[in-house]
């Protein structure tokens, strides 16, 4: 490990290669356990390692199997890169918890600080060799996420946030999106992978597309809100959603100033997750009730 290696200091072993172990060593930081900015830098640390890997994966061939549909797939990535963050955590955190998408939880259930981990969001865009994919990487306290990065390892593009400190883009803080009327907005959204509940999604589709700008729909629901951060799409709605595919990305999105919502006076989470800037936002929410988002299940 070079001295000017992100993970120096750390204990994280650079990120190796399908046939090598994704081993890291070295103790946990102390005084650390709450502190947002330094749970963000870490995750910005190993988002970075498991980038590294997935590309390297990518690029020495993938195996591919599905899970809840013939659409829904999985690759031997997808495990290794959340196994490496999984070993990573234990060893320099072994007093935190640990929920993630492709092996579930792990950890103490009393711990402060719980990771949420998504490997790789954007798989059939990963596989496909579509740049639209990341792994994101969230740190929840008391059930709330105060830190999170989302890193797109195509672009090296590296999102982050620490709760009560802003969003960013690399060193570029993010302001959210335009102030744009609803007929001017791109929005961004995504579809269930389950066939029956992807129809009701597409009718609500058919109904917002007469009212709004456009639609983007660009595989990630981590890069999404992360777009949505940074003013590259106006205005965005999913669900349901796992709390990986959003914890880090909602963070950001927040605290790049974007007012969320999961309808019906719910918060934004696994049901459905929607932002807009402030000014727009009550419209826009009420339109997607309106056209039966929050109905569709």
Known sequence: M????????????????????TGVGGPAVP????????????AVELAGRAGELMLRHRAAGLSVATKSSATDVVTDADHAVEEFLRVALARLRPADSILGEEAGTAGPADSAVR????????TVNYLLGLPQFAVSIAAQVQGRTVAGCVLNPSSGEVFRAAAGHGAFLG????????????????VATGFSYDPDRRARQGAAVG?????????????????????????????YYEGPLGEWDFAAGLLIATEAGVATSGLRGRPAGTALVAGAHPARAEEFFDLLTAIGVADIG
């Open 2 to 21: 070079t001295q000017d290696d992100p993970a120096a200091g750390r204990g994280i072993e650079p990120a190796a290669g399908p046939a090598v172990s």
């Open 31 to 42: 005084g650390s356990a709450v502190d947002p900015v330094e749970l963000a830098e870490l």
């Open 115 to 122: 990771w949420v981990l998504d490997p790789i969001d954007g």
């Open 171 to 186: 060193d570029q803080r993010l302001t959210g999106p335009r102030s744009v009327p609803l007929e001017q907005a791109v």
């Open 207 to 235: 109904r917002l597309l007469a009212r709004v700008g456009n639609l983007r729909r660009l595989g990630s629901a981590a890069l999404d809100l992360c777009a949505l951060a940074a003013g590259r799409v106006d205005m």
